[in-house]
């Protein structure tokens, strides 16, 4: 366990409003990720962090940007909400880079009407 | 991308059954783990592999590193009613960026008390 937080836990959004959704750590694990999970397409990765300011793209990153300021938080953004970004999002963290086990957060479910 | 078939997709089995789900890959792996996910819940690691044929047990779970490095199984022994939840497979590809892990869609299991 990590102790990983997510916040806010639910939203409900309207088409076209920025949004920031937050994720802290504990335990100063270098890597952290950002997913997203939606029926049928399972786990897909938007974006990650390998350290502090250093992030890259994932498989699903169009319309999303992120940035880590702080080694303990990550913060995901999307710059103008559409429907098609409702889902459930999960924020997960790398214990070390010779092992490869990531623990998840509880989620933020968003929804944009 | 690299797209990890899991089966099956959902089961139903009575309480005190075994339970065998597994994964598979087009290319080789380095790394396989196991999660479990319950409703409303962020996913779990329940058991992590990093060599071919590798077997490992955690309580009444099982989990196994196929020797061809493309596979991997879990079964779970003498289920019971808090055994339901979705269970994914993730994996690293040899090679692969960073920490970044490829996750099956999910095996949803139900036990019928």
Not at chain 1, 25 to 52: A, C, F, K
Not at chain 2, 19 to 38: A, E, G, H, P
Not at chain 2, 41 to 56: D, R, S, W
Not at chain 2, 81 to 109: H, M, W
């Amino acid at each position: 366990d990590a102790g990983i937080t997510q916040s806010p836990r639910h939203k409900v959004t309207e088409t076209g409003t920025p949004v920031t959704l937050r994720c802290h750590q504990t335990e100063n694990h270098r890597y952290m990720y950002w997913y997203r999970q939606d029926p049928g397409h399972g786990l897909r990765l938007i974006h990650y962090s390998y350290g502090v300011k250093d992030t890259d793209k994932g498989e699903v990153s169009d319309g999303y940007s992120v940035s880590r300021s702080k080694t303990e938080d990550f913060l995901l953004t999307l710059e103008s909400a559409t429907s098609s970004q409702t889902s459930v999002y999960f924020c997960a963290t790398l214990e070390t880079q010779e092992g490869y086990e990531q623990y998840f957060g509880p989620g933020t479910r968003l929804t944009v009407t | 991308g690299q797209q990890l078939n899991q089966s099956p997709q959902s089961m139903f089995i009575q309480e005190g059954e075994d339970v065998s789900m597994n994964c598979t890959s087009s290319s080789i792996f380095n790394t396989w783990l196991w999660y479990k996910q319950d409703p409303g819940e962020g996913p779990v690691l329940l058991i992590a592999l990093y060599k071919a044929g590798e077997l490992t047990s955690n309580g009444r779970l099982t989990a196994q590193f196929g020797i061809t490095r493309k596979d991997s199984f879990l079964n779970i022994s003498a289920s019971i009613p808090s055994d339901v939840g979705i269970y994914f497979c993730a994996g690293r590809e040899i090679g692969g960026s960073q920490g970044n892990l490829i996750f099956g869609k999910g095996t949803k299991l139900s036990v019928k008390p």
